[in-house]
């Protein structure tokens, strides 16, 4: 019997309307343009404005337009995971919103939280029910709203994040496309650096915690670099070794998008040619969850049967890995 991997069948996406750009980040704290742009890499990002409105909703615009591209009913959906760091509410889980609001009403589904790694660890987590051959259709959403837990007074967080959401469709292949292998880690010693300091059970929501700003990101930036850089760079390259993938036989390197500078650290260490970067940094700044998903949106067209795409990302908790994935279909 052939062996079954996941595919990527579908690509869908949504970036809100609304731009915040380094200007006007300008007139609300101390910072250039400049500063931003050198240290980050990011020109601009996307805030979703609204009342009421929450991580589903841009979720609930991906997919439909992943089904309408596809030509696929809501019903045909079997499984729905969301990873997300910015669940609409404590619970219940954001996929069975997504779920209700698009009508997916066959699908079973929940959520995943592992900070900015959430999607890669969603991917490999949903592969599984497609290779052991008990669910066909799997979608697989990441996204956030990440305006909803900034402080927009601390300079150093409120400049690096926006708003988007991502979602793949997983099914079946038999041909040797797919998901192929990953290298997914976790060290719960770094939830020092980055984590939100209240609004979970170990300290609920209280007018204390509220006045002392407690449930907006707390990061300590140049910590998290230091461990993003490595730690990215490291399972990008075990990943292409465990494969026998070369920087000549790597067509694209999807990276998590937190920092233009850790983004160039990855790419030197498999030697890739800036060319095979996938960077999308510039225009929505670090959407957590959202930003491998958005980026295999914005370049789906390019993709071609057989590419070689390794996945990285690093994140809260901390969190990090690779996904080495032969894409199986032309656009
Ligand atoms: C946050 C980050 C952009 C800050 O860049 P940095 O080069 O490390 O900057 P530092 O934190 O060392 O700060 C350097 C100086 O710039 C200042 N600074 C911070 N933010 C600033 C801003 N927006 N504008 C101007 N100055 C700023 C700091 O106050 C500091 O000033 P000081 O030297 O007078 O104290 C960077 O550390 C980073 O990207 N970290 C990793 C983020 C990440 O990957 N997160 C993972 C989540 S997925």
Same mark, same amino acid.
């Given at each position: 019997?052939?062996?079954?991997? *996941?595919?990527?069948?579908?690509?869908?996406? =949504?970036?809100?309307?609304?731009?915040?750009? #380094?200007?006007?980040?300008?007139?609300?704290?101390?910072?250039?343009?400049?500063?931003?742009?050198?240290?980050?890499?990011?020109?601009?990002?996307?805030?979703?404005?609204?009342?009421?409105?929450?991580?589903?909703? %841009?979720?609930?615009?991906?997919?439909?337009?992943?089904?309408?591209?596809?030509?696929?009913?809501?019903?045909?959906?079997?499984?729905?995971?969301?990873?997300?760091?910015?669940?609409?509410?404590?619970?219940?889980?954001?996929?069975?919103?997504?779920?209700?609001?698009?009508?997916?009403?066959? *699908?079973?589904? =929940?959520? !995943?939280?592992?900070?900015?790694?959430?999607?890669?660890?969603?991917?490999?987590?949903?592969?599984?029910?497609?290779?052991?051959?008990? +669910?066909?259709?799997?979608?697989?959403?990441?996204?956030?709203? %990440?305006?909803?837990?900034? #402080?927009?007074?601390?300079?150093?967080?409120? !400049?690096?994040?926006?708003?988007?959401?991502?979602?793949?469709?997983?099914?079946?292949?038999?041909?040797?496309?797919?998901?192929?292998?990953?290298?997914?880690?976790?060290?719960?010693?770094?939830?020092?650096?980055?984590?939100?300091?209240?609004?979970?059970?170990?300290?609920?929501?209280?007018?204390?915690?509220?006045?002392?700003?407690?449930?907006? @990101?707390?990061?300590?930036?140049?910590?998290?670099?230091?461990?993003? @850089?490595?730690?990215?760079?490291? @399972?990008?390259?075990?990943?292409?070794?465990?494969?026998?993938?070369?920087?000549?036989?790597?067509?694209?390197?999807?990276?998590?998008?937190?920092?233009?500078?850790?983004?160039?650290?990855?790419?030197?260490? %498999?030697?890739?040619?800036?060319?095979?970067? %996938?960077? #999308?940094?510039?225009?929505?700044?670090?959407?957590?969850?959202?930003?491998?998903?958005?980026?295999?949106?914005?370049?789906?067209?390019?993709?071609?049967?057989?590419?070689?795409? @390794?996945?990285?990302?690093?994140?809260?908790?901390?969190?990090?890995?690779?996904? +080495?994935?032969?894409?199986? =279909?032309?656009?």
């Amino acid at each position: 019997m052939k062996q079954i991997h *996941a595919a990527i069948t579908a690509v869908g996406g =949504y970036v809100p309307e609304y731009v915040l750009t #380094n200007a006007e980040l300008e007139k609300i704290v101390e910072t250039t343009d400049e500063w931003i742009q050198s240290r980050t890499g990011i020109r601009e990002r996307r805030i979703l404005k609204g009342e009421g409105l929450g991580t589903s909703d %841009m979720a609930t615009e991906a997919v439909k337009e992943l089904l309408q591209k596809k030509g696929l009913s809501p019903l045909d959906i079997d499984l729905v995971i969301c990873a997300t760091t910015t669940p609409d509410l404590q619970f219940p889980a954001t996929a069975n919103i997504i779920s209700d609001k698009v009508g997916m009403k066959n *699908a079973f589904g =929940y959520d !995943i939280s592992a900070a900015c790694s959430g999607f890669l660890f969603a991917l490999t987590t949903g592969a599984q029910f497609i290779e052991t051959g008990r +669910y066909k259709k799997v979608l697989v959403i990441g996204g956030d709203k %990440m305006s909803s837990i900034l #402080n927009y007074e601390d300079r150093a967080t409120c !400049i690096i994040f926006g708003d988007g959401c991502g979602c793949v469709l997983l099914e079946p292949d038999e041909n040797g496309f797919g998901i192929i292998d990953s290298v997914l880690k976790s060290d719960g010693a770094g939830r020092a650096h980055l984590h939100q300091k209240a609004g979970g059970s170990a300290k609920p929501a209280s007018i204390e915690t509220v006045m002392n700003k407690e449930h907006y @990101v707390y990061q300590e930036g140049q910590t998290v670099f230091k461990f993003a @850089v490595k730690n990215m760079a490291d @399972v990008a390259a075990e990943i292409m070794e465990r494969n026998g993938l070369t920087s000549e036989s790597v067509t694209w390197l999807v990276p998590h998008q937190a920092n233009k500078r850790i983004i160039d650290a990855t790419r030197e260490r %498999m030697s890739l040619d800036p060319e095979k970067v %996938m960077i #999308n940094i510039e225009r929505f700044g670090n959407t957590t969850n959202g930003t491998l998903p958005l980026c295999l949106w914005e370049w789906e067209k390019k993709l071609k049967k057989g590419d070689n795409l @390794v996945l990285a990302a690093f994140g809260g908790g901390f969190t990090w890995g690779a996904t +080495y994935i032969r894409w199986g =279909y032309d656009s």
